[in-house]
């Protein structure tokens, strides 16, 4: 494979899949994938594969989902609540062009094209468990870097405390957002040192491939030893602050939903147990992790704090 340094990587060095690999998908991609050195249209960015990616070590030793588990099945409320609901309806999003406004806190405010983004850090396929709050849970290749690398050069104050995060909200790229029952834009946060663990993950793709618009395109979050829900997707703005960040789910309804909201088979949810979980795919649940895992990673994030209350 041709290496390059990650200063020459260009977000138009993305190339179709081969026509060959899966006729179907290439054919959901359009026309625009014809042609390999220009963006892709907009709405298809899904089938678009990523070059230059390298194969990370966070890597887990369990079966991967398959892309259409990963890709049909999922939470995008501002396209429709149903699991399939987002997959049907997400292609008025438009993830290209796209900007990341990256301020508050910082002593380098700086807006981020997508460009940018492709090529701010080396691209690192990483294979992580997600787990939804919802009690289902999916591994899945994320494509994308730890998003320490775009604080880092936004060089976060000494009073920066908290990061907050926004998602696009646009009612004409998003005609069923009145259905979405939340409170629009979705936003989400993390403390700074949660944002800044290399685990964090800013992601752009998966199975090789750019972001299908379900899954968030052209840039979400995964955060994985943390509920589904942390893991915001379509970003357009990233905020260093010195106050807890208002969360979308916790602002629906704050005795089901915590800020922190940490994997954690201890404390159930109020109206469900969290001891367990159903990986798509599978009809045996599985036993829930502590951190959905990743205890070794995180646990030191937490000491001393009582994660029953901070839940
Ligand atoms: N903007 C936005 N981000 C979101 C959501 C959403 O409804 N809107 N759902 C969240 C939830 S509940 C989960 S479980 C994950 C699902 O990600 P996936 O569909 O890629 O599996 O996205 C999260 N990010
Ligand atoms: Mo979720």
């Not at 049907?88 to 094209?113: E, H």
């Not at 787990?131 to 870097?145: D, H, K």
């Amino acid at each position: 494979m041709l290496i390059r340094k990650p200063a020459d990587l260009r977000y138009s060095d993305v190339t179709p899949r081969q026509l060959y690999v899966n006729r179907r998908r290439f054919l959901a991609a359009g026309s625009a994938a014809l042609g390999a050195w220009t963006l892709p249209t907009p709405a298809k960015a899904a089938g678009v594969k990523i070059a230059n990616v390298v194969k990370s070590n966070y890597k887990v030793d369990e079966k991967m989902n398959s892309y259409e588990d990963a890709t049909t099945y999922n939470n995008y409320y501002e396209f429709g609540t149903d699991k399939a609901e987002p997959a049907r309806n997400a292609n008025t999003l438009k993830p290209s062009p796209w900007q990341i406004v990256v301020g508050g806190l910082v002593n380098k405010p700086k807006t981020f094209d997508l460009d940018a983004i492709m090529k701010l850090a080396p691209l690192e396929e990483r294979v992580y468990r997600h787990r939804c709050v919802e009690a289902w849970s999916i591994v899945v290749p994320w494509i994308g870097y730890s998003l320490a690398n775009l604080l880092k050069q936004v060089d976060p104050k000494s009073n920066a405390k908290y990061v907050a995060f926004e998602t696009l909200f646009d009612r004409k790229q998003m005609p069923l957002w009145g259905r979405a029952g939340i409170e629009l834009p979705y936003v989400e946060g993390l403390r700074l040192d949660e944002a800044m663990h290399p685990l964090t993950l800013l992601s752009v793709g998966l199975y090789g491939e750019m972001l299908p618009n379900q899954n968030g395109a052209p840039v979400r979050l995964v955060v994985p030893w943390k509920y589904g829900f942390k893991g915001i997707k379509s970003i357009v703005k990233i905020t260093l602050t010195d106050e807890l960040p208002p969360t979308t789910w916790h602002a629906t309804n704050a005795r089901e939903y915590g800020f922190y909201s940490n994997v954690n088979p201890t404390v159930d949810h109020p109206r469900w147990s969290q001891g367990t979980e159903r990986r798509l795919g599978e009809l045996f649940k599985r036993k829930t992790l502590m951190f959905n895992g990743y205890t070794d990673q995180v646990a030191s994030l937490y000491t001393g704090l009582d994660l029953k209350k901070f839940y």
